[in-house]
């Protein structure tokens, strides 16, 4: 396609524990300008309160780095630092809070979820719970400790004790420490949570044994079985009936209902946990077990119809409702339906950006719409190229998916939409890796203004074939035309004196093709020009290029 695509473009006009442990706010840090004194720690409270995470933790950090100790300043740089994931950087802030005052027990409780929320980011990232995830819940359950053994109603602090012991599965103390929370605390629904979790253990173990060869399955055992069914199902309940908003309450009391086989039952919980929060980590693969495509697009349709009409609700959030609607129309093979339900969706939020990957699939293969493909891929091209790539490289499809996305780029190319031909070449290139495809991406990317990205994707089309005359050329016809600094040209420069050379060894070359000579013949003749006009303007301009050029 390289030696193609100039001439024709002349001829046209994306463990169930520790899900509830916590969550996570992922955040860059971008760099802080350098302040001091009253100033630095204003800046700090202010980003702080303009929820900018990342740069407040950078202001307190180096506040804390300064020697900073005074109590407000340290409670709240723990407290943006805990949000910001910094768990490490926010231990260290809240050990001298503690040291520097003892008896505060914000710090002291603080010190303890810090150490659970680091613990639960460790086993949720390693799926096990390995050494480093069980001494962070000990050193929380240390903490926990130690404060309400002289605090023994901190409700905050026995609570992260009952939560920690849970997670590294002591159940005995777990369940000493959500009884003493539903003695102290009984209008509270942490408790009566915790207690849930620990019999909806007991409960699946319980099935599961029943499930065995030769289980027992007398009187006994089956009362056990419903005995810490329905101790699972009064604790959840209360829980709700407490604080009706308690997600996490909802949504288990939907898992232990799907285990129990209640569908209806399940699905109305889980329902109540996603207008909560679309978010809420439900059995979305339960779901479609259990409901035939029409009736599972009526639910997700309604649940979204209904959360959006809520105040405060949140589109990024509703994508994912919208998303399993999609899903639902596609298994109807209601394309049309569900391409345009993956277009709400990803315009909902980018990170649902895949979904043009299959609006493009359907409106190609299953309603044979190149202009809808086209647009779908377009869309899927510019948001996220580099995700565009992966997904098609995992593909079972891969090899007829790549033919597909060259089809529709030269289509965009036919139709005069650079833009989209770009992009989608940008695509093409991340995902076949070769020469040609760099190439032609750099070329598109020239064409439309990005000479920035053009001039990255022809060095990386050097990377790969590195004797090519042609390639030299077009790099440095960026660095001549475009980059114009004094460094720019002078690589120019070397770049046309080696493509004349690469060009006229192909040109010696008997065993090359005539298609190589000729291409050859162009790139002398291009080097040559080019090498002379850049050598005219370096001596007209022997400290760089004009500034108002």
Sequence with gaps: MRRNLRA????IDLSARVRDAALLLLCATPAVAQVSGEDFRARAFAAYSAGKLAEASDLFMRLFHAGAADRDLLRTGAEC??????????????????????????????????YNLKAAGLLKSTGKLDTNAVFNFQDAIREAKELLATKPDNR??????????????????????????????????????????????????????LNQKGADTTDATMQKVAGARESARNSYSEAIRLDPERLIAHYKLGDLCAWNGE????????????????????????????????????????????????????????????????NAQAAQKKYLEAEQLYTLSASFNPSYAQGHYYAMYYAYYNRKDQDAALLHAARYAAAA????????????????????????????????????????????????????????????????????ASEKAYRHALEIEPTSGQLMNDLAV????????????????????????????????????????????????????????????????????????
Excluded: C
Excluded at 183 to 201: S, T, W, Y
């Design 263 to 326: 569908t209806k039952q399940a699905l109305a919980h889980y329902r109540a946990a996603l207008l909560l929060d679309p978010n809420a980590p439900v059995s979305h693969s339960w779901v479609a077990s259990s409901l035939d495509p029409a009736a599972r697009y009526a639910y997700y349709e309604q649940l979204g119809k209904d959360y959006l009409t809520k105040p405060g609700a949140d589109k990024s959030k509703a994508a994912l409702l919208v998303w399993y609607a999609a």
């Design 81 to 114: 630092l805990e949000k910001n994931q910094r768990f490490n950087d926010a231990l260290d802030v809240l050990a001298r809070g503690k040291k520097q005052f003892p008896d505060d027990e914000v710090f002291r409780v603080a010190l303890a979820r810090v």
């Design 8 to 11: 024709a473009l002349s001829t």
């Design 478 to 549: 960026i660095l001549h035309f475009h980059k114009r600094t004094v460094e720019s040209w002078r690589e120019a420069e070397r770049l046309y004196v080696a493509a004349g050379k690469a060009a006229k060894s192909v040109l010696a070359d008997s065993r090359a093709s005539k298609a190589r000579k000729d291409s050859a013949r162009v790139t002398v003749r291009d080097a040559g020009n080019n090498l002379r006009d850049l050598r005219a303007l370096m001596k007209q301009f022997p400290k760089g290029p004009p500034k108002n050029k």
């Design 385 to 452: 190229p580099i995700e565009f790539a992966d997904l098609v490289r995992a593909s079972s499809e891969r090899e007829s998916v790549t033919q597909l996305i060259d089809f529709l780029a030269r289509q965009a190319m036919n139709k005069n939409n650079l833009p989209a031909s770009r992009d989608l070449n940008r695509v093409l290139a991340a995902l076949v890796d070769t020469a040609d495809a760099w190439n032609n991406y750099a070329f598109m990317a020239r064409e439309s203004g990005q000479f920035d």
């Design 156 to 209: 905050d602090a026995r609570l992260i004790l009952a939560n920690s012991y849970y997670t590294i599965g002591k159940w005995e103390e777990a369940k000493q420490q959500a009884d003493e929370l539903v003695k102290r605390f009984p209008a509270h629904p942490g408790g009566h949570i915790v207690l849930g979790d620990l019999a909806f253990e007991h409960f699946k173990l319980h099935r599961q044994k």
